[in-house]
């Protein structure tokens, strides 16, 4: 149909039209006028609308799928957090009872050491460039924490507290290298002074060069004045290694601490220090050695060593019995035999 004046005037006539027509419909409700024209209608392009629809039915089915799928996807991720909130209740079970074991190692050294101590969880840790070693704990000025208040779990040595806050205070840790504390040997009473090495062992400088010290000896706090920074009697590790003496005035010994410091969690600030000094109370026990068993063992002879011994008395027996100086001389005999005569 070509593009003219009159088509155009057409059109706009239908238009017209069929506004009117769809104004009188509506107006009419179920008694409008063009009813019967709309059954004839439907009665007549019906089937063409069912075998359409039965054509794009595939198409259909498709976009419903796709929009059934974000549901699916839905219910998926809300089971999979269900799961997920499930598997970590039961983490965190896992996790209640080594905090219970950990509190209750440390009750044991707190009263061990007779230490007032106030229990607190470590919240965050410092960053660890440049060998800062620091935790906050969820304890501040609100719980009666002060700045050198030593700290302390089950282990051992934890640290002291550098910076207390209203509700937290971070606490630097005894392998950081600007950390030092006075230590004591145990039994012995040589005296040092230990410092954190980050991941390493503590470098323990003893104050006698002559020290008689082996891998295996352990040190405790010496204690500060006023027990600011340290208690006394608070475990800090084990020698591993030990230094050449160089005919120094100090020897060098290297100790590993009791306390791992990458996976503390439950520890306690001491509020209050203890009447005397604990010594080497708080020191865990040494493992007993295990009994040394002694087994005796009795070689046992051969089968056939009887029959040899037999046949070496035997043969013993022969050669006696053949000796000539178990025979009588002939001289011996002849004289019997003339004093037998009358």
Do not use: C
């Not at 000025?141 to 207390?164: E, Q, Y």
């Not at 630097?172 to 002074?193: I, S």
């Not at 063992?297 to 019995?321: H, I, K, L, M, S």
């Amino acid at each position: 149909m070509r593009d003219t004046r009159e088509s155009r005037l057409l059109l706009v006539l239908l238009i017209a039209i069929a506004f009117a027509l769809i104004t009188v419909d509506i107006r009419g409700g179920q008694e409008s006028p063009v009813d019967g024209a709309r059954q004839a209608a439907a009665a007549v392009f019906g089937p063409v609308e069912n075998g359409v629809a039965a054509a794009v039915d595939p198409i259909g089915n498709a976009i419903g799928a796709v929009r059934d799928s974000g549901e699916r996807n839905t219910r998926i991720a809300a089971l999979e957090k269900e799961n997920a909130e499930l598997k970590a209740e039961l983490g965190s079970d896992d996790r209640n009872r080594n905090r219970l074991r950990e509190l209750d190692s440390m009750l044991k050294t707190a009263g061990a050491g007779q230490y007032g101590i106030k229990g607190a969880q470590v919240v965050a840790i410092g960053a660890a460039q440049g060998f800062s070693w620091t935790v906050t704990i969820d304890v501040g000025a609100r719980d009666g924490i002060k700045r050198d208040m030593t700290v302390l779990n089950g282990s051992g040595l934890v640290g002291r507290v550098t910076t207390v806050g209203p509700s937290t205070s971070t606490v630097l840790l005894a392998n950081d290298p600007d950390f030092t504390v006075g230590t004591r040997m145990e039994k012995t009473d040589e005296l040092g002074f230990a410092t954190g090495q980050g991941n390493g062992p503590l470098l323990v400088q003893l104050l006698n060069g002559k020290a008689k010290v082996q891998p295996g000896d352990r040190l405790v706090t010496f204690g500060s004045a006023g027990d600011k920074p340290f208690v006394p009697g608070v475990p800090v590790g084990e020698i591993v290694r030990v230094d050449p003496a160089g005919g120094g005035l100090t020897r060098n010994v290297h100790v590993r601490p009791y306390v791992g410091f990458s996976r503390l969690d439950i520890v306690g600030v001491v509020v209050q220090a203890p009447r005397s000094d604990p010594r080497d109370m708080v020191l865990p026990q040494k493992p007993k050695p295990a009994p040394t068993m002694t087994v005796t063992v009795t070689p046992t002879p051969p089968p056939n060593a009887d029959g040899q011994q037999a046949d070496q008395n035997a043969a013993n027996q022969n050669a006696a019995d053949q000796n000539p100086a178990n025979q009588p001389n002939d001289n011996q005999q002849n004289q019997n035999q003339g004093d037998a005569t009358p």
